[in-house]
């Protein structure tokens, strides 16, 4: 009996540990549509009726309190101007912070966080995409205007402030070596490969398949293949 009660726990508990995994992907409801919106560059960003109607959003019918932003997972808070009266009106908008990708996502792929060369870059790419969307609820998340015309009861300023800097030098740095050949195949480098000086130049660079050599000329490459 203890035997068959610790084989039924233990199968329970195995149970419970499956059913509790996580795929980052709780924050979709399948039976709701979402429309892509691309940021590369840190800001704020307006949508405005013509873009939305010409874009397919279902807006003239839909009450713009239940429009939701997502980016990440999560529901972002965002303004719409003149969603109190339910109608989307053709002077109205939707405004959001957009923020572009950084090193954040990148970070899942390091055993360690800590590896990860740059976390304001991507390696992959610096498009985020916001979600929108619409459910049922007209108490999505939205940005609170603030109107205090009041800043008497506002702590006094300090005579200093912190401020933070980050320059990102990558865009700086040439990418040297635009395509690299290696047998049949043609490959596009991506980013800056530090490859010795007398290399640096040079737009194609010839990979020897065998051996993984490379040079300057495909002439030398054929010579380097007929010795072999
Ligand atoms: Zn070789």
Redesign the pocket.
Known sequence: MIKRLLLFSFLFFSFVQLDAQTYGNEWINYSQKYYKIKVAQTGIYKINYTTLVNAGIPITTTDPKRLQLFNRGVEQKIYIEGESDGTFNTTDFIEFYGQKNDGSLDSLLYTNTSFVPNPYYSLVNDTAVYYLTWNNSTANKRITVESDVNFGAYPTLANYFFKEEIHDFHSLKIKNIEIIVIGKYEIEAWYYSPFPTQFQHSKYLYF?E??L?YMKKKESLVN?IVR?
Request: hydrophobic share 35%.
């Open positions: 020897c065998f051996c050599k380097h072999v």
